[in-house]
């Protein structure tokens, strides 16, 4: 089995998978995680429109995944309400909501107020780096929505990756699918989404650090406008 330990050994058997396919080796790559990882694979999904398409393409091949959500607190009303909206969608999923150790105010009386202001990267440590490993912490592998249009920092996914900071393996079915591609899939299947989306967000995260975006060539530019930052952490390659 392919594994953070023995990645060195067994990477050059990863499949070929076809990204040629109806969904881009999407469902292929899937199918071939959990016949793979079984148990030992969650999904950690922040229930933006690629983990729409994701949960859909998970619940073809494993109805009961289980699927965590990095709850920090600080989320949009509308995107606890499209968790709810994928709930009763798919009942069969384990969607399990991860939480931080702190709460809003202990993480203020120690830190300061508005701590995602001040040290944006000390909160998302505390708030989703942290949880996201212990959430991870039984499993082997993760998925992930990564897409390479996404960003620069993306551009050079692939559909398996070593995962230095959490020493696993990363999944990401979506790294060929363009932006188009995952607003026809949600049309086409009518799926629920955040409504977020429809009000110039195209990518969502904690609500004090998003703003809508005004440039498609960069769909994450209104994550942590202003301050230089462009990821939470969980993605970069190194800790």
């Keep these: 089995m392919i594994t953070f330990e023995s990645w060195n050994e067994l990477q050059d058997q990863v499949p070929d998978f076809p990204a040629d396919s109806e969904t881009k080796g ?14 030992k694979l969650v999904y950690a999904c922040s229930f933006g429109i690629e983990g729409i398409v994701l949960i859909d393409l998970i619940s073809k091949v494993k109805p009961d995944a289980e699927i965590v959500f990095l709850d920090t607190h600080y989320h949009f009303k509308e995107t606890y309400e499209t968790i709810e909206k994928v709930k009763a969608r798919y009942p069969e999923l384990n969607i399990r909501m991860q939480q931080p150790e702190m709460t809003i105010e202990e993480q203020a009386a120690e830190f300061g107020a508005d701590l995602f202001a001040s040290n944006p990267n000390k909160c998302c440590e505390i708030r989703k780096i942290i949880p996201l490993q212990k959430a991870l912490a039984p499993s082997t592998a993760w998925i992930s929505g990564l897409r390479r249009e996404q960003s620069e920092s993306r551009a050079n996914t692939n559909y398996l990756n070593l995962d230095k ?19 026809r899939y949600v049309t086409k299947h009518e799926l629920d989404y955040n409504v977020l989306h429809d009000q110039g967000y195209p990518s969502i995260g904690c609500a004090p650090c998003t703003k809508p975006a005004f440039s498609m060539d960069d769909i994450r530019a209104g994550r942590w406008s202003g301050s230089g930052k462009t990821e939470c952490g969980l993605h970069t390659t190194n800790p």
Excluded: M, N, S
């Design 165 to 183: 900071r959490f020493e696993k393996i990363k999944v990401c079915p979506l790294i060929h699918w363009t932006w188009k591609e995952v607003w």
């Design 26 to 39: 999407a469902l292929e790559t899937l199918q071939w995680a959990y016949d793979t990882y079984g148990e």
